[in-house]
């Protein structure tokens, strides 16, 4: 019997000759990652066992981005205790605001995450780095403390569906949209337990960031990871970024899946979710028209440079409607400046959006974009649970870049191909007729 | 042996509605199992008593990968949670530290709210002493068994670190 790309990836990690779907075992990792929630949980249980060195100084990261710069006091606390433990045990990758990103754009992008690699992150998006062809898994603060301390880690070898994308992506439509409609195919618990390994022709379709976004939600199906192969433009990306040698990994022709979706890109719509589960999804056409009084662009799902030129290319010479707040969060400085370099700044300025330092906050109802009773936003994050983004009946429509910077120009729900080409040609949105 | 009484709750319950973000920055177990729960049962933490059992419907804990969500529940008093199937952080995170959960899509359905229950860990007998009925859940691999009775898994690696 065949391996998976994930089980062989485990097998290698454990020092076994192969795995199968269900076996418990013991692997390396090659990286450890925590954030500024979780981190300081996990350090409270290091030092509570007794631990009194980490594996390796230079394999654990900690990055502090969600409730940064501190908010408030009890979070300036928390990045406080991390700070701290990364002084007491030498660990250099600690990415604080100045430096820090959001982990997930930020790892990768730093080349401290690459093909092969094996990575536990106490943090449930972790599992984005599957597209870069590595394992990598969202654990709690134990499950961090338990990696820093033993470099190692207790797995159960999940089984895999794969996802065999074909056809290529029309306008408007993005790696956001195949995640969504995926999760909508199969549920939130769609891949409990299971890998989602995505193959086909319709990967090399899919650019970096679009990879990125995929992977990144699989947790959103209840996937333990969600992985891609590695091609000529995984290499690409990792070249000049990533250190250490990449190890390609492949699945068996005999690979064992516990079932087969497939995925024609040509045939998806701009696809959106809408509260309060990611598998409650709508192609764009079906629910526009809902009225919104926020829109978050950013996130560890789509806060990167392909994100934001998708968003600007929707914004430029246009401007965000009247009683809609629209929030651009570039994912790491890097992205930051490059969407400077680029005009994309000027761009969201010139149309009306708060553009903010790089951080998780409104995602998870931290802070910079948290709603009040009543309000609805479209934001391009990954969560769109009850309270998720701030009071218990605010509302959270998932979407990609493009519909959230279409539905901002709006002041509703909306297809950006109704706002396509010249403003002119706007249709209904021009003259400032609204059209919710 | 375990024995209380059950709060229910549906499918997918989410780390956000068992702990919401805005309490993650209060980390201690007594502050965040003040809130816990309240954003889809606003009574529970002033109606639940220790020894009370959560019951769940199927992929309960989903969502992120806070250990502030078994924490909370652990903290306000729940003896442990019964439920079709646990979100695979979640599940993990409650074996970590240490608090019982039981995966049971049978003691799920028929298991009422305010019925009392008796759960025996060691074998994964559910007991329904309101309705009579009994269920079996499936007992945890030897693996995940170790980690348990050493308290959990950082303890479980100390002492075979020191064994060394």
């Known amino acids: ?436 | 042996m375990l024995n209380g009484t059950v709060f229910k709750f549906g499918d997918n319950v989410d780390t956000d509605v068992i702990i919401p973000a805005r309490y993650l920055n209060a980390p201690s177990p007594e502050e965040l199992a003040q809130h816990c729960m309240e954003d889809i049962d606003s009574s529970f933490v002033r109606r639940v008593q220790p020894g009370d059992i959560m019951v769940g419907g199927w992929n309960f804990g989903c969502g992120s990968s806070r250990e502030h969500a078994p924490i909370a529940i652990q903290a306000s008093g729940v003896s442990c949670v019964i439920a079709a199937s646990f979100a695979r952080i979640f599940y993990r995170n409650a074996i970590n530290i240490g608090f019982p959960i039981l995966e049971s899509p049978e003691a799920s359905e028929r298991i009422a709210a305010g019925d009392r229950v008796r759960v025996d860990l060691n074998t994964g007998l559910i007991t329904d002493e309101t309705s009579g009925e009994t269920f079996q859940a499936a007992a945890p691999p030897a693996f995940i068994g170790k980690i348990i009775e050493s308290g959990g898994l950082l303890p479980y690696l100390k002492a075979r670190q020191d064994a060394k």
């Not at chain 1, 337990?193 to 193959?199: G, P």
């Open chain 1, 1 to 436: 019997m065949g391996m998976t790309m994930t089980q062989k990836i485990l097998a290698d990690h454990a020092g076994l000759p192969s795995v199968r779907a269900g076996d418990l075992i013991e692997a390396k990792l090659d990286l450890v990652l925590g954030n500024d929630v979780t981190t300081p949980v996990a350090v409270g249980v290091f030092d509570k066992a007794g631990f009194t060195r980490v594996f390796d100084p230079e394999k654990i990261v900690i990055v502090l981005d969600h409730y940064t710069p501190c908010k408030d006091i009890k979070s300036a606390e928390l990045c406080a205790t991390a700070r701290d433990f990364a002084k007491r045990y030498h660990i250099s990758h600690l990415y604080d605001t100045g430096a820090a990103g959001i982990e997930h754009a930020l790892l990768p992008e730093q080349g401290l995450v690459g093909p092969g690699d094996l990575v536990i992150g106490a943090d449930s998006h972790t599992c984005t780095y599957g597209a870069l062809g590595a394992f990598s898994t969202g654990v709690g603060s134990t499950d961090m403390a338990a990696g820093m301390a033993a470099g190692e880690n207790w797995f159960k070898v999940p089984a895999a569906i794969r996802v065999e994308l074909t056809g290529t992506l029309p306008p408007y439509v993005s790696g956001k949209d195949v995640v969504l409609h995926l999760i909508g195919q199969i549920g939130v618990d769609g891949a409990l337990y299971q890998s989602l390994e995505f193959t086909g022709p319709g990967v090399a379709a899919l650019g970096m960031d679009d990879r990125f976004t995929v992977a990144n939600m699989a947790i959103e199906a209840g996937a333990k990871n969600g992985i891609f192969p590695v091609d000529e433009q995984t290499l690409a990306y990792v070249k000049d970024r990533f250190p250490r040698p990449v190890k390609v990994y492949e699945a068996d022709a005999d690979a064992e899946y516990t079932r087969t979706v497939e995925i024609d890109l040509s045939a998806l719509r701009p696809t959106v979710s809408l509260p309060h589960l990611p598998s409650n999804t709508k192609t764009v056409d079906q629910v526009k028209g809902l009225p919104i009084q926020q829109v978050v662009i950013g996130s560890c799902t789509n806060g990167r440079i392909s994100d934001l030129r998708a968003a600007a290319a929707i914004l430029k010479g246009r401007h965000v409607a009247p009683g809609v707040r629209c929030i651009v969060i570039p994912a790491t400085q890097a992205v930051w400046l490059q969407a400077l370099e680029e005009g994309l700044m000027q761009t969201f300025i010139e149309a009306g959006c708060a553009v903010s330092t790089p951080t998780c906050g409104p995602c998870l109802g931290g802070h910079m974009g948290v709603m009040s009773a009543g309000e609805r936003a479209v934001a391009t994050t990954n969560r769109n649970f009850v309270g998720r983004m701030g009071h218990v009946r605010s509302e959270v429509i998932l979407a990609n870049p493009a519909v959230a910077a279409a539905s901002a120009v709006a002041g509703c729900l909306a297809d950006p191909a109704e706002l396509d080409g010249a403003v002119e040609d706007a249709g209904p949105y021009k003259e400032g007729l609204n059209p919710c």
